[in-house]
């Protein structure tokens, strides 16, 4: 069934479904749990791919003198996150500010297939008999849950490394003294479990929702798309960048929060 026989509920369910791979059956398809979202992972690992490469490329052709644009603009995103770290790190760890660096654009990049036309991918890789296809990694939630337990972890790691023994006496006391150790215990929980939450399901439920308007406008007659897709695709710009800044920005407020010892 090709796109053009399909109703609009169907179009939308259409463009809403991940290309998947059952690791129990070895097929394409969503059959169980044990299934893989191609699309996010093939979308996620080429742009980190081109990001790499990119930026290696650079930095193998800088320049003292006067730099060319595209070493101007990436040294322009640098500086951005390197002087938002200092402002917002408390801690001293070399890992910080390339790990920022890497979160912005990386799901900027992502981000940024969402301009992409709603049917562009999908119809090209339906000629090659692969039926959906979603071109935005960060609209799904396995993705974004799946960077938030990554910053998770590091939270813990840094956690127990840079606090030792104190961050049992840190639970067990604060915020309301010893003698209410177990409410301690699980404000100390609700607080950390919290985190990975608030990163995944905030970008998360952002970039469907700006997914999910590009697929509204894309129903509607072809003579009266280009103006509200147009002032979408405009905001929409604002948007993506606010969300890898936000994603970027908590990473570094909970990196340092692990790291303060007051």
Same mark, same amino acid.
């Given at each position: 069934?090709?796109?053009?026989?399909?109703?609009?509920?169907?179009?939308?369910?259409?463009?809403?479904?991940?290309?998947?791979?059952?690791?129990?059956? &070895?097929?394409?398809?969503?059959?169980?749990?044990?299934?893989?979202?191609?699309?996010?992972? %093939?979308? @996620?690992? #080429?742009?980190?791919?081109?990001?790499?490469?990119?930026?290696?490329?650079?930095?193998?052709?800088?320049?003292?003198?006067?730099?060319?644009?595209?070493?101007?603009?990436?040294?322009?995103?640098?500086?951005?996150?390197?002087?938002?770290?200092?402002?917002?790190?408390?801690?001293?760890?070399?890992?910080?500010?390339?790990?920022?660096?890497?979160?912005? #654009?990386?799901?900027?990049?992502?981000?940024?297939?969402?301009?992409?036309?709603?049917?562009?991918?999908?119809?090209?890789?339906?000629?090659?008999?692969?039926?959906?296809?979603?071109? $935005?990694?960060?609209?799904?939630?396995?993705?974004?849950?799946? &960077?938030?337990?990554? $910053?998770?972890?590091?939270?813990?790691?840094?956690? $127990?490394?840079?606090?030792?023994?104190?961050?049992?006496?840190?639970?067990?006391?604060?915020?309301?003294?010893?003698?209410?150790?177990?409410?301690?215990?699980?404000?100390?929980?609700?607080?950390? %479990?919290?985190?990975?939450?608030?990163?995944?399901?905030?970008?998360?439920?952002?970039? %469907?929702?700006?997914?999910?308007?590009?697929?509204?406008?894309?129903?509607?007659?072809?003579?009266?798309?280009?103006?509200?897709? @147009? &002032?979408?695709?405009?905001?929409?710009?604002?948007?993506?960048?606010?969300?890898?800044?936000?994603?970027?920005?908590?990473?570094?407020?909970?990196?340092?929060?692990?790291?303060?010892?007051?």
């Amino acid at each position: 069934m090709t796109a053009e026989n399909l109703t609009t509920g169907q179009y939308i369910q259409h463009h809403l479904e991940n290309l998947t791979f059952n690791l129990h059956t &070895m097929s394409l398809g969503r059959d169980g749990f044990w299934t893989l979202n191609l699309d996010t992972l %093939f979308v @996620g690992l #080429v742009t980190a791919l081109l990001l790499g490469f990119m930026m290696r490329w650079v930095a193998s052709r800088m320049t003292s003198g006067t730099p060319g644009r595209l070493q101007n603009f990436i040294e322009m995103i640098i500086e951005f996150v390197d002087r938002s770290v200092r402002e917002t790190y408390h801690g001293k760890s070399p890992l910080i500010a390339p790990l920022a660096l890497t979160i912005f #654009v990386w799901i900027f990049t992502m981000n940024l297939m969402d301009l992409l036309p709603v049917d562009l991918l999908p119809r090209i890789l339906g000629a090659l008999g692969l039926g959906h296809f979603r071109s $935005v990694p960060t609209s799904d939630p396995n993705a974004t849950f799946a &960077m938030s337990l990554t $910053v998770f972890a590091l939270i813990v790691f840094y956690n $127990v490394t840079v606090k030792g023994l104190k961050l049992g006496k840190e639970i067990l006391t604060q915020p309301f003294g010893a003698w209410l150790f177990p409410i301690n215990i699980l404000f100390r929980c609700i607080e950390e %479990f919290v985190k990975p939450l608030s990163l995944s399901l905030r970008l998360f439920g952002n970039m %469907f929702a700006g997914e999910l308007i590009f697929i509204l406008i894309a129903v509607m007659p072809w003579w009266a798309q280009w103006l509200p897709g @147009g &002032m979408w695709a405009i905001f929409h710009i604002l948007i993506i960048t606010i969300q890898a800044f936000i994603f970027m920005m908590l990473t570094i407020v909970y990196l340092s929060m692990a790291h303060d010892t007051h």
